[in-house]
């Protein structure tokens, strides 16, 4: 399920099939849309296996957020699921982090580095 961490960002914890395709669906819904789009956190942990149709998803998205001037990292990627980032190459085009915790860290000090971030009260 997707929440709206902030303004910016939006936290996605996936699960495994229907939910991963479906909620992938949504997010590459949401970033095809006009409006404001959010930096994505994509947390694997509860993910247990991935196929090549949720991997055509996650480049869909990848290509909206970058139309989008935004970035996506994908995190808590267990060992099955890394083994097909490696053996696909993904793992080279894909953003990773450990946790969410640091993908949010991530994302926010690209902002600040980029001027996105809004100003300190």
């Not at 959010?38 to 196929?51: A, K, T």
């Not at 099955?80 to 860290?105: C, H, N, Q, Y």
């Not at 991530?106 to 996105?116: H, K, L, P, Y």
């Amino acid at each position: 399920m997707a929440i709206d961490w902030s303004d910016d960002i939006t936290v996605a914890d996936l699960a495994d099939e229907p939910a991963l395709s479906d909620e992938l669906g949504a997010l590459v819904d949401r970033l095809e849309s006009p409006g404001p789009h959010p930096h994505l956190v994509l947390n694997f942990g509860r993910v247990s296996y991935i196929n090549s149709s949720n991997l055509a998803q996650l480049l869909k998205l990848r290509k909206a957020t970058a139309a989008a001037s935004r970035s996506m990292k994908i995190c808590s990627v267990n060992d099955e699921i890394w083994s097909v980032f490696l053996v696909t190459g993904l793992d080279k085009v894909f953003r990773f982090a450990p946790d969410p915790m640091t993908a949010l860290a991530g994302i926010q000090i690209e902002q600040e580095s980029q001027g996105d971030a809004p100003p300190a009260e």
